[in-house]
């Protein structure tokens, strides 16, 4: 794997970090494993700039070489919550920049979708994080051409999405869900939470540095625009 100094045939390592959404999350996973050698996640609106230093090094504390013993960074870009964002992809290009080893970004939906990849479902698969205003964060795999990550008035995603059927996760889902049912589309929920830590460290492994970067992804401008009467003229 580029990136990595390991000899052949020993097991690269990454340790992926998740603050996009309302979990503060790392974990250390090696690519030839299951389950994760250290993980740990904590649920939280606020306090990701206090918290996840900290718990970054209870999760390495527990893994034998500490952070020599990791070979790159994954960290989500979003869409999410742009303190959290900022507070992740700090800390990621830090350990990176310490640490000599790359750091790839990992979008908070294709982290959503990655535990439905594993089931046999028949339609569309998608991911939805709620954007509050009757818009959401979607992306979706499945019939069709899909659909890449994008901010979108809640009728009209359910309109890209198709006739159905569609699995749904993520914290808009039950939103997207209702909007499906009132176009008659046969909808399914299979989880509101925000991306497992394990599917951040699988999708980390196998990104390319080199395009995977560590930039936080935005779907939609800034809430807020500052006010023309406000503006200062230049000169």
Do not use: W
């Not at 990136?3 to 020993?10: A, F, M």
């Amino acid at each position: 794997m580029a990136g990595s100094d390991r000899p052949v045939g020993v097991s690269v390592r990454i340790l992926a970090i998740d603050t996009a959404l309302e979990t503060c999350a790392a974990c250390v996973m090696a690519e030839d494993a299951e389950a994760p050698l250290a993980a740990e996640s904590l649920p939280m609106a606020r306090g990701h700039a206090e918290s996840l230093l900290p718990l970054i090094e209870r999760v390495i504390a527990r893994v034998e070489g500490g952070f020599e013993a990791i070979d790159r960074v994954a960290v989500t870009v979003g869409p999410g919550s742009y303190t959290g964002l900022r507070v992740g992809l700090s800390a990621a290009r830090a350990i990176g920049l310490s640490t000599g080893k790359p750091v790839v970004g990992v979008g908070t939906l294709s982290a959503l979708l990655t535990p439905l990849l594993a089931e046999t479902v028949e339609g569309t698969i998608a991911a939805v994080i709620d954007a509050r205003h009757d818009a959401v964060y979607v992306q979706a795999l499945g019939s069709g051409d899909g659909l890449a990550p994008a901010h979108l008035p809640v009728d009209e995603a359910a309109e890209r999405l198709g006739s159905g059927p569609v699995v749904l996760t993520g914290s808009g889902a039950p939103l997207l869900a209702a909007a499906l049912a009132e176009r008659g589309v046969e909808a399914r929920v299979a989880n509101v939470a925000g991306p497992d830590i394990v599917s951040v460290a699988s999708l980390g492994l196998v990104a390319d540095p080199a395009q995977a970067l560590p930039r936080p992804l935005y779907l939609r401008g800034p809430d807020a625009r500052p006010q023309d009467h406000a503006r200062i003229a230049r000169r």
